[in-house]
């Protein structure tokens, strides 16, 4: 039964897997995840925007959604499709995600309004999107190298933490973190992971628990960002495609092979868990309590607002 | 068989039971590990105090065993007594975890008297008690802040390790580690788990190894304490009472679902393991070295004290 | 079946082996992990010297293979054997690690002869020999000290991360880090968790991406070595022997069941895995893509040396 699989098995049976294909086509780690909901990047050009520059070897995925670049389930699925295409062009090794709003905004996380009095019928499917976004930019063959102009929070910060590198902007107006609990909900055992794994296990349980909000000073002091762009340095962009280049200069196979050292277990562990993680989020979000929690804080941004 | 059951099941399992229970009590860390054994709290006022706020939501649990709040059996079960009547009060959302006793010291570790020619009808029930101490603490729904005012070496720090949050007092006198190495025993995987949890695996490692004993500035560098109390700042307990107000600001239905996270599978895997850690133990301690090398340590100790 | 063990079972394990041996002897890390292939240690003295001082209870293991110290499946089988000769001394206690090369450097790593173009039927024996000189080296009962006096790439750092102390000599030229994304290849998980194990996980999968290889200053920081040797201070081996002392003074029985706690599940882990381990390796290195690498490498080497 494959959730008693361990973790141990579960890295021993990718890593055959890795040893037997071969990376005959180089897209493995994606291959391994591809569910079968099709790709709709084509029909979502008002969403995100994916340039390819086969001479670099890098593609720009850049999101437009106004005014916050959240999260919808259409959302989501567009931006796995631009993922996709960006991986099916043999000739891209490198892929930075940022964002075109005029805000900066990079991405203000999950659409509050699937979560809250929610279609029961699409919240399932709106769920798995948010799960599949992740397997597709976390588990990617491309270097993925995310450009944070604005603020991150929740699972906009989740975009970040898929990425291979983070760069971003030194304001500190703009926060960086996983601030679910404010808003009275959790983030799933998965994106708390990737947490733990960038800024270790203390900093990611303190931050979880409170809700933290970093500043891009705090974020590069605890790892959550590698890089900070002052004003009047190279722009943020410049900086993102040097670092492009600096990835594709590793042998691709080696580049992949490595990582599946820190990433496959996990990619693994979600893949063989999507449908109870599906059930326990839906539970969890449609208790009363959450619900009124999650009432309150909208009322709360629509008051900010005016 | 549970032992074979892997740490990924085990999340699962508890990820299922938070959604199914749906926090109906908001006790449900407490809860999935509730032994059978009955309270001692109110017999015990001679060995710590419990005070109750109900206004602000905060209780604060006075350690005075003298002379330095080592754990006998009694007092580790007078402790965990206290904190599961502190979180039978639904108004109470955080328990700050400090000494009464006029030298400072914190908690001074496990009471080798215990632990020291032993006698072997009571050696796995004081074992028990530490393993369910641990249990109470680390697993409470409540937040819990240490307000650590002198030494906590070994099972002292223990207790602070089980906390959310810890605050120390700058003074250069008082130490905290888990230094068991030094008297020749070693501390069980699941308190080495939360040692490699707060300070990274290679502080960890080199610190468990040599059993050392780590002085504030240097707790506060790895991480080992989150704050420090300088002479002429706020007093220790103000600065416990506006973090445990900071805390309490998080919806707690949230904020123990966040602690879920990070501390689910340790709890789990304990709570599947009590008897082996238990038999390990008692076989570990009762060896002829060991006793030898604890001898000594007494005897060095009593030495000292003259 | 052994694979399908998790973690938390393979600890148990172990654990319980600790305590029904009872450290009888002091060599059970070391016991449980003895492969049956015979020791070869006196054939080679001219590739590593063991020096053991039992007044000290420090032996000192010299490596000395021209030119780089290149981990050969002789010399693997060497320090392996020299490492088990020093442990079936009752009093030796401790192991200090290092280079008697005119050049300092401590290991350039595996042989890359042994990879490019290999005899298929030696490969697998390599690979075994490495796997062993990890199981021999990180699961020492001795405590293990890296004196580095040079570069240390690749297997080399391997080497280092084995051991339970790394002092390096501050020349910025002497460089350490798993590189082997850069040469086209991969690090067996084993060794990838080791690098996570001690500079924590985001540290490490940047490093495993772009095959960094951190200058001393770097390598301190993120925690690669412990301790640095400035030119003017006390010679690097005069510090190994004031660390190996201090090791001495902690009681042997608590030390090793110290490390135990932080390495057992690893050593497990791989002794239950070592043919899939073997299997995916000789797999991955012969195919075309990476020969082809390797080759490319081993031409620009040659190239830099003219």
């Not at 910060?157 to 291979?164: H, I, Q, R, T, Y």
Request: one cysteine or more; a neutral charge.
């Amino acid at each position: 039964m494959s959730v008693h699989v361990s973790q141990s098995a579960h890295k021993i049976q990718l890593w055959r897997r890795l040893g037997s294909v071969q990376y005959r086509n180089s897209r493995l780690l994606q291959r391994q995840h591809l569910s079968s909901f099709s790709s709709n990047a084509d029909r979502n050009d008002d969403l995100v925007t994916l340039e390819a520059s086969p001479d670099t070897g890098v593609a720009t995925l850049r999101m437009h959604r106004s005014p916050a670049n959240s999260l919808s389930m259409e959302m989501m699925q567009s931006i796995s499709g631009a993922i996709r295409k960006a991986e099916s062009d043999r000739k891209i090794q490198s892929l930075i995600l940022t964002s075109s709003l005029p805000s900066g905004i990079f991405s203000a996380g999950l659409e509050l309004t699937e979560l809250y009095q929610p279609d029961l019928a699409r919240l399932p499917k709106f769920w798995e999107s948010f799960q599949q976004l992740y397997l597709d930019l976390y588990g990617s063959r491309l270097s993925t190298i995310a450009s944070i102009g604005g603020p991150a929070p929740a699972a906009g910060c989740m975009l970040a933490l898929s990425c291979d590198y983070r760069i971003m902007t030194d304001n500190p107006k703009c926060t960086i973190g996983l601030n679910e609990s404010q808003l009275g909900i959790v983030a799933p055992p998965w994106l708390a992971q990737q947490y733990i794994d960038v800024i270790g296990n203390r900093n990611a349980e303190l931050a979880l628990l409170l809700g933290t909000l970093f500043t891009p000073q705090q974020a590069l002091t605890v790892g959550l960002v590698d890089e900070l762009v002052c004003s009047g340095d190279s722009s943020i962009d410049e900086m993102a495609q040097r670092k492009a280049a600096e990835f594709i200069r590793i042998p691709p196979k080696a580049r992949v092979a490595a990582k599946e050292l820190t990433r496959g277990t996990q990619i693994a562990k979600l893949s063989g868990n999507r449908e109870e993680d599906t059930e326990f989020f839906c539970s969890f979000v449609t208790t009363d309590t959450v619900q009124k929690t999650l009432g309150s804080y909208l009322e709360m941004l629509a008051k900010r607002k005016k």
